[in-house]
Structure formats: structure tokens, C-alpha cells
């Protein structure tokens, strides 16, 4: 059983670091979806990096006056999200980021699960390079989601 296991996890391994043409890359991640959860564990990490103590993601009276429930999460959460949505849902770890865009929608709050929806936008073989159109959503019930931010991810593959 464990030997499967290991074979099964060299072979992954493999396939992410040989080397991938961009079109490869197009064809294996034409459509991406990845859920998240902004944990406590998620807050306190990227509030400890950024060193931002805005009231509006820290205290909930200040919140609740300015119309929230409760502390809005920072919103460059996402931006992580996406860093990971980069260097490890892509098949391979030869990529770069060229440039990002991110339009927030709604607020996301602790503990929400987000999910991430990926599509090509535009792919050029000759440039080498990859643009994702994104969309965080969260689902709200009833089969029903709200869109929370949306935005564009280009990638390079490199030589």
C-alpha cells in the first residue's frame, strides 16, 4: 500500500517539475475551482505580515458602527489566496506572475469560505504567457452566491 502511495506521489512530483510548454499549461488549467477559509489562523498570519491594525478589520464596535457585523477581513487576503492558486494549484512551479487586478465586491468576514473560479482569458504561445479572469465568490444559501472580488492574473512560464 505504501509503496503505491509513494509511486503515486513521485509521479505527481514528476509531471509538476518537468518542464511544461505554455499551451500545455493552457490545456491542463482551462477551468480551476478552489474553495478557502479565512480561519483565525489565516487573519492573525496576514494581520502579523501586513502589520495593518485598521479598526475596521480589528475591532467590533468600531464595525458595527460602520455598518458591519462584525470585523471586515482584509481584503489582500485574496491576494494570497491567489499566490497560491499560482504556485500550487498550477501543474507546474515554472511560472511567474506578471501582473494581477483584483475588484472587491463584497466583504469577506472570519471563518467565510470563499470559493475560487478560474478561466483563461487570453493565452499567447508566442509571448508565453497565460491571463486568468478570476472570481472569488461565497456562497450565501439556497444554491445562491455573492460575488466578492473579480479580477485578471497573467502568468509567465519560464524558460
Request: hydrophobic share 40%; glycine share 4%.
Amino acid at each position: 500500500m505504501w509503496k503505491a502511495i509513494s509511486l503515486v506521489n513521485a509521479t505527481l512530483k514528476l509531471k509538476m517539475f518537468s518542464p511544461m510548454t505554455i499551451t500545455e499549461l493552457a490545456e491542463q488549467t482551462a477551468h480551476i475551482a478552489h474553495s478557502y477559509q479565512v480561519t483565525p489562523d489565516v487573519y492573525y498570519s496576514f494581520q502579523r505580515c501586513s502589520n495593518d491594525y485598521n479598526p475596521l478589520h480589528t475591532d467590533t464596535a468600531y464595525a458595527k458602527r460602520k455598518g458591519f457585523d462584525s470585523p471586515v477581513m482584509y481584503g489582500n487576503i485574496l491576494n494570497a489566496f491567489l499566490s497560491h492558486f499560482v504556485g500550487m494549484l498550477l501543474p507546474t512551479r515554472e511560472v511567474m506572475i506578471l501582473s494581477q487586478t483584483i475588484l472587491f465586491q463584497n466583504p469577506i468576514f472570519l471563518n467565510d469560505e470563499i470559493m475560487l473560479e478560474t478561466s483563461i482569458d487570453k493565452f499567447s504561445p508566442t509571448v508565453n504567457f497565460i491571463d486568468y479572469k478570476y472570481k472569488f465568490k461565497k456562497n450565501v444559501g439556497d444554491g445562491k452566491s455573492i460575488l466578492i472580488a473579480n479580477g485578471h492574473i497573467q502568468i509567465k512560464l519560464l524558460g
